[in-house]
T-cell receptor, first 117, second 113 residues
Framework: AQSVTQLDSQVPVFEEAPVELRCNYSSSVSVYLFWYVQYPNQGLQLLLKYLSGSTLVKGINGFEAEFNKSQTSFHLRKPSVHISDTAEYFCAVSEGDSGGGADGLTFGKGTHLIIQP | KAGVTQTPRYLIKTRGQQVTLSCSPISGHRSVSWYQQTPGQGLQFLFEYFSETQRNKGNFPGRFSGRQFSNSRSEMNVSTLELGDSALYLC????????????FGSGTQLSVL
């Protein structure tokens, strides 16, 4: 079974500063990794995903994440945040190529990114 | 293209009642997944349907059930409601598998009194 740990429940950052949201996973098989964002009173939106290939993945809104297999991590980064980035960020994992990926995504508990002016 | 539509947006029920939530996926999407979101447990996978068949199920009691129709629309049902069932229920659709981009609806906020 897979699991996801997001170590920080809240991360306060000043506007235009860089940010890193941490995500670690555990799985006995190869994995697919995702970051989703949830704005207040909305559903989740996909920021980026890693399925295979280059370990540095670029997503929407200037976010990127790096897959590190040896450290079982998939940290999310942005070089300069904006007030509109205030949201809940979820890391998720699914087992790779398990007959169509039908095992469902396992989500972390989320990290609330708070941008301070 | 219309997004994922969930109805109703809010529901208030009492313990012991049952409830049915509806989800209309994006046109052409055949996979529909359901998640329960609570402040304490976060997002937890309920089940996933593809072509009217339940393809996988999370770790929830049998009171939670679902189905998918031939037009890919899906419903989930919770019987004998408990206070702990109060949550935001999110539906997500994708073309064929959840490993593709999942498109989420805004959810149904269920309150059990």
């Amino acid at each position: 079974a897979q699991s996801v740990t997001q170590l920080d429940s809240q991360v306060p950052v000043f506007e235009e500063a860089p940010v890193e949201l941490r995500c670690n996973y555990s799985s006995s098989v190869s994995v697919y990794l995702f970051w989703y964002v949830q704005y207040p009173n909305q559903g989740l939106q996909l920021l980026l995903k890693y399925l295979s290939g280059s370990t540095l993945v670029k997503g929407i809104n200037g976010f990127e994440a790096e897959f590190n297999k040896s450290q079982t991590s998939f940290h999310l980064r942005k070089p300069s945040v904006h007030i509109s980035d205030t949201a809940e960020y979820f890391c998720a994992v699914s087992e790779g190529d398990s007959g169509g990926g039908a095992d469902g995504l396992t989500f972390g508990k989320g990290t609330h990114l708070i941008i301070q002016p | 293209k219309a997004g994922v539509t969930q109805t109703p947006r809010y529901l208030i029920k009492t313990r012991g009642q049952q409830v049915t939530l509806s989800c209309s996926p994006i046109s052409g999407h055949r996979s529909v997944s359901w998640y329960q979101q609570t402040p304490g447990q976060g997002l937890q996978f309920l089940f996933e349907y593809f072509s009217e068949t339940q393809r996988n199920k999370g770790n929830f009691p049998g009171r939670f059930s679902g189905r998918q129709f031939s037009n890919s629309r899906s419903e989930m049902n919770v019987s004998t409601l408990e206070l702990g069932d109060s949550a935001l229920y999110l539906c997500a659709s994708s073309l064929a598998t959840p490993n593709e981009k999942l498109f989420f609806g805004s959810g149904t906020q269920l309150s059990v009194l």
